[in-house]
């Protein structure tokens, strides 16, 4: 008989309950029209990026395909976490099915591993710009540059598989109960009611190499840069480069800045609704942000904008 309560026991959780950024309906629908707003935005933002870089041939440079890959990415990022989130909103706290909640989680998680090895390539790209110059159209032909975005891909997925895989095949008793706005690896593994442990060091290696190690990538990059920058004798071709990769930092900055607080700090605070409003950074803010802080001061995307605004 122990058995069979026992079997019952695991099977027993269908769904989870997303509970969402607030309960509170005044502050619900306030927030509601606020993030279906920077949701439009974010969309519109990124494919305008896209059709210009498609369009305009003097922008089929490394730098604009690594940025063209990045707003593809964006697009389908904000569009993964946002539904949910915006449900929660409309609705209050939103029941989501196990399937569903598991097929968010993989997207999620191709995305944020995609975007940390895109984000390192670009700096790479900025690397053999600035430190390289004369090897740049070797370093950087079109061949590499299409083997490090498709690797970026690949990578993504092979890491979504490893780790959707062992966390859909942990057993979830209930509570079922997620105090996030979006399927996300550890208020999960919060909710296991079985042996975590492969599962956790899954996601440590995984960790390990696509985060901190796309991440020390770009820090070694940049590293590299301002000293090659500081050993330039012209006040104006230093102005020249930092401003050439200023933007990226800005993102790579903004971007692991929220991750690594949210994955990186004691699990003691894990619960506060603090990693929420972290996760809205690297989910909604950081997508909305990134094609203004890339053309902000690009005058090669500023004239394609104007080409295009005024026709043939």
């Given at each position: ?69 990045l707003?593809c ?9 946002m ?23 993989f ?66 008793c ?58 330039m ?31 990186c ?37 500023h ?10």
């Amino acid at each position: 008989m122990e058995p069979s309560l026992e079997l019952a026991n695991v099977t027993r959780v269908q769904q989870f309950i997303l509970l969402g950024l607030s309960t509170r309906l005044n502050v619900r629908d306030v927030l509601f029209a606020v993030f279906l707003a920077l949701y439009l935005l974010t969309l519109l933002e990124n494919t305008v990026i896209v059709s210009l870089i498609c369009s305009h041939s003097e922008l089929r440079k490394p730098m604009y395909f690594f940025l063209g890959n990045l707003s593809c990415l964006e697009m389908c990022y904000v569009s993964v976490t946002m539904p949910t989130l915006l449900a929660g909103l409309w609705m209050g706290p939103y029941r989501i099915s196990f399937v569903a909640c598991m097929t968010q989680l993989f997207f999620f998680i191709v995305l944020i591993c995609t975007e940390c090895t895109l984000l390192a390539s670009m700096a790479y790209d900025r690397y053999v710009a600035i430190c390289l110059p004369l090897h740049y159209p070797l370093l950087m032909r079109p061949q590499v540059c299409r083997g490090l975005a498709l690797s970026s891909w690949l990578g993504g997925l092979v890491v979504s598989v490893a780790k959707t895989s062992c966390i859909a095949s942990l057993s979830y008793c209930g509570p079922n109960v997620l105090n996030q706005f979006f399927c996300d690896v550890s208020p999960l593994l919060n909710l296991s009611c079985t042996h975590v442990a492969l599962t956790e060091l899954v996601d440590f290696i995984s960790a390990i190499v696509i985060f901190c190690g796309t991440l020390l990538v770009a820090l070694a990059s940049y590293a590299a840069i301002g000293m090659a920058v500081l050993r330039m004798p012209s006040a104006a071709a230093r102005h020249k480069a930092f401003s050439t990769c200023a933007s990226h930092l800005v993102v790579v900055g903004i971007f692991y800045s929220a991750a690594l607080f949210i994955y990186c700090r004691p699990s003691r605070i894990r619960s506060m609704d603090l990693n929420k409003v972290l996760s809205v950074i690297y989910t909604v803010a950081t997508p909305l942000c990134n094609p203004v802080i890339y053309c902000l001061r690009n005058k090669e995307v500023h004239a394609a904008l104007r080409k295009t605004l005024r026709g043939p």
